[in-house]
DNA sequence: GTACCCCTACTCGGATAGCGAGTGTCCGAGTCGGAATGG
DNA sequence: CCATTCCGACTCGGACACTCGCTATCCGAGTAGGGGTAC
């Protein structure tokens, strides 16, 4: 009785996207780093990073000074992109064609369009990702800084980041 | 890498809450019969059957002639109804408040609003809904009627209703 | 003949196993920086 | 003092167990209808 979780790698995801997109740029976070911003389970947030990587929203540098930065303005990166990076691109509805099982089978030639459940919920799901499209990472830092960021706060966050990039 | 999984029982119940919105009033269905009629594993089928009883989707009678029937008219049960009512009203999206957590955490006072990291979900998954409350039972047996029922298929549909109502 | 009662057959309802996808973890591959060394 | 080489430590990357929730099933609770019986 309650599916249609997303997984919650998208939550750390979009919050880890948002601490690389003020990193000075041409510096980066480890892994481990990372991790330790949000108290996360450092070896399955490595493998959530992996899937970033892959889908160039991050790019990956090894070696004692190596890490994960933004791969491209955090502008440019959207919601939709961190969220189809972690869950994958397939929709979450998927017709089974069982209209054309049964005593009253609809014929395969008469198949050729979707029929209309199917084409209601990926409409549905049409208008969830041009929703989650609209917001950039860009959008969720300026909120961010500006809704629960005071002085003392912000200043911690420097010394944190001054500790943590190389 | 492929999550965020409608359950397969949505798109059953919608379907079968098609077949019940053409039977004549005042008739019901058994569960065997609405399984039968896509194929369906009936003893799994029940199990969702009685999620929709409980939302009051549809209403079950008991008894040798009993069965189950549209608890109200095809056209005000939405899609939403039917997918809340398998799946659940929990949010997909689910908030750990990773934010106040770390060396860097946000204080709980400044946590009233939701962080805009969830806002932004959420929203999104309004959209989400919202189309799917656009979208009738109703509405959906008319296209499908009028895409996919020739005059040879609307016989076969009648013949099998006429043997499986009471 | 009729009214009542019981019984059977059929229905829904909740409690019970099985399996697959996310969750969590580990160790190996790769790379940069620096220290040691020889010129 | 400087260039080169080698070594080491740190990083990412993919392969391996575990847990929870959807999938699937069964048997018990409840009801309506019909047949039998007594009046």
């Known amino acids: 009785m309650s599916a249609m979780r997303i997984a919650e790698g998208v939550e750390w995801a979009v919050h ?4 690389l997109g003020v990193v000075p740029a041409g510096f980066g ?3 481990g780093r990372l991790a330790e911003f949000h108290e996360l389970p450092p070896a399955y ?3 959530h990073l992996q899937a970033l990587s892959r889908a160039g929203i991050v790019t990956a540098n090894r070696g004692v000074s190596g890490g994960y930065r933004l791969a ?4 440019k990166i ?4 961190i969220t189809l990076a972690i869950e994958g691109s397939e929709p979450a509805f998927r017709c089974t064609e069982i209209r054309q099982r049964g005593p009253c089978a609809a014929a395969p030639a ?3 369009q979707r029929c209309p459940i199917t084409k209601a919920f990926l409409d549905a799901e049409t208008q969830w990702r041009k929703a989650l499209a609209s917001i950039s990472v860009a959008d969720i830092i300026t909120t961010a800084a500006s809704e629960s960021f005071d002085k003392e706060r912000r ?3 420097q010394a944190w980041l001054n ?3 190389k």
Chains 1, 2 share one sequence.
């Open 16 to 19: 880890l996207c948002g601490v």
């Open 155 to 157: 200043r911690t966050f």
């Open 78 to 81: 959207t919601l939709l992109d």
């Open 29 to 31: 976070l480890p892994a």
């Open 163 to 165: 500790g943590a990039v």
């Open 110 to 112: 008469a198949c050729k």
């Open 72 to 75: 491209k303005p955090a502008t």
């Open 45 to 47: 947030l490595a493998k």
